[in-house]
């Protein structure tokens, strides 16, 4: 049983949060190098809510092993990126859209919300380490400084704090109508990482690539045909 007071205490903390991060967001969105672009990314935001509530819902004693698998997998991803992107690189539009990492996070977060929450557990611990890699991954891929020393620390700790801002909330309170929310919160995550994945990868490739060089032979004559059109001698001596 949760008491009021700790109910009070989380609502306190995430209001100050918003308030706090409403104050120093919107001057900072100015500044492309600021750590808040990290976090203000639908690829990143939405699916680290819904994440923060599907661990909000769990047992303690879960939740401490889905924030632990979580931290895993980011770490996992940013150590073995390159092995990501050779996986991802061929689905259309991937390279492009952060390799997918918004749906592939969404679709995850999304099915482990709309399971109910008795399955849940034992759930969560294979599919998180997947979230937290392509969330990492994300991460550093939007990062608009190109590697500054501090950013992805930064970026990190603030994406940490959102969390644990919508998580411990959440798991002080209990009622049925939240449990609703939470399902109906997972299906609609679903349907965007649908949504916004297959129009990712249907999507036409708009990037700039250069012609294909013309066969080598095919070359050499216009080549020379240029040459006997600018050098009549030229011409006349062929």
């Given at each position: 049983?949760?008491?009021?007071?700790?109910?009070?205490?989380?609502?306190?903390?995430?209001?100050?949060?918003?308030?706090?991060?409403?104050?120093?967001?919107?001057?900072?969105?100015?500044?492309?190098?600021?750590?808040?672009?990290?976090?203000?990314?639908?690829?990143?935001?939405?699916?680290?809510?819904?994440?923060?509530?599907?661990?909000?819902?769990?047992?303690?004693?879960?939740?401490?092993?889905?924030?632990?698998?979580?931290?895993?997998?980011?770490?996992?991803?940013?150590?073995?990126?390159?092995?990501?992107?050779?996986?991802?690189?061929?689905?259309?539009?991937?390279?492009?859209?952060?390799?997918?990492?918004?749906?592939?996070?969404?679709?995850?977060?999304?099915?482990?919300?709309?399971?109910?929450?008795?399955?849940?557990?034992?759930?969560?611990?294979?599919?998180?380490?997947?979230?937290?890699?392509?969330?990492?991954?994300?991460?550093?891929?939007?990062?608009?400084?190109?590697?500054?020393?501090?950013?992805?620390?930064?970026?990190?700790?603030?994406?940490?704090?959102a969390f644990f801002a919508i998580?411990?909330?959440?798991?002080?309170?209990?009622?049925?109508?939240?449990?609703?929310?939470?399902?109906?919160?997972?299906?609609?995550?679903?349907?965007?990482?649908?949504?916004?994945?297959?129009?990712?990868?249907?999507?036409?490739?708009?990037?700039?690539?250069?012609?294909?060089?013309?066969?080598?032979?095919?070359?050499?004559?216009?080549?020379?045909?240029?040459?006997?059109?600018?050098?009549?001698?030229?011409?006349?001596?062929?």
């Open positions: 049983m949760v008491s009021v007071p700790s109910r009070l205490w989380s609502l306190l903390f995430l209001a100050l949060w918003a308030l706090t991060v409403g104050i120093i967001l919107v001057p900072s969105l100015r500044d492309e190098s600021s750590a808040f672009t990290a976090l203000a990314t639908v690829e990143l935001l939405l699916p680290l809510f819904g994440i923060a509530v599907l661990i909000g819902q769990l047992p303690v004693r879960f939740a401490a092993l889905g924030v632990l698998v979580l931290f895993i997998g980011g770490v996992a991803g940013l150590v073995f990126r390159e092995t990501l992107y050779v996986l991802l690189a061929p689905v259309p539009g991937a390279a492009s859209h952060l390799f997918l990492a918004g749906p592939i996070a969404c679709a995850v977060a999304g099915i482990l919300l709309v399971l109910p929450l008795g399955w849940r557990p034992y759930v969560v611990l294979p599919l998180l380490p997947l979230a937290g890699a392509v969330l990492a991954v994300a991460t550093r891929l939007s990062d608009p400084t190109l590697f500054a020393p501090g950013y992805l620390a930064s970026a990190f700790a603030l994406q940490a704090s998580a411990w909330p959440v798991s002080r309170f209990s009622h049925p109508v939240l449990q609703v929310g939470a399902r109906i919160l997972g299906s609609w995550m679903l349907a965007v990482a649908l949504l916004y994945g297959g129009a990712y990868v249907a999507g036409r490739d708009k990037s700039l690539t250069p012609p294909p060089f013309p066969p080598l032979a095919a070359a050499e004559h216009a080549i020379e045909e240029r040459v006997a059109d600018l050098d009549p001698l030229a011409g006349r001596s062929s």
